[in-house]
């Protein structure tokens, strides 16, 4: 098996395959075929998925006579690897410009509890900050 880094580039549809799986923690070709907008063939998402474990993204178990299907990497993981992927690509490793575009975006209001948390992270960032 050929492991590749997390920030291998994904294809839209096993990006979409990677959504199922993470979603659902784990599952075969027909759970993540049913999921998938605008689906495939069953034998094609089969390749993908097995292409996507060569790719080192995914593993499988045996559950009776089917595979399943799990995620090398953790949730956490790949969402950080993702996130810092993006400030790279898009906001010049910008967190401020990132949070200010998110901020940004119309028909998200944040109410007064998500306000608050973000806050406290702005003010935590501010003391770690001062601690070094």
Do not use: C, W
Request: charged fraction near 30%.
């Amino acid at each position: 098996m050929v492991k590749s880094s997390p920030h291998a580039h994904l294809s839209r549809r096993e990006r979409q395959i990677m959504d199922v799986i993470y979603r659902l923690g784990k599952a075969g070709v027909a759970e993540v075929l049913e999921r998938l907008p605008d689906p495939p063939s069953y034998s094609a998402v089969r390749a993908m998925l097995r292409i996507l474990e060569e790719k080192g993204h995914l593993r499988h178990e045996q559950d009776g006579p089917r595979y399943v299907y799990l995620a090398t990497l953790p949730h956490d993981t790949a969402r950080e690897s993702a996130l810092k992927h993006l400030l790279r690509t898009f906001f010049n490793n910008s967190t401020e410009t990132a949070v200010a575009a998110l901020l940004d975006l119309k028909g998200d209001e944040l109410s007064e509890r998500e306000l608050d948390r973000l806050s406290a992270l702005i003010d935590h960032a501010r003391q770690s900050g001062e601690d070094s």
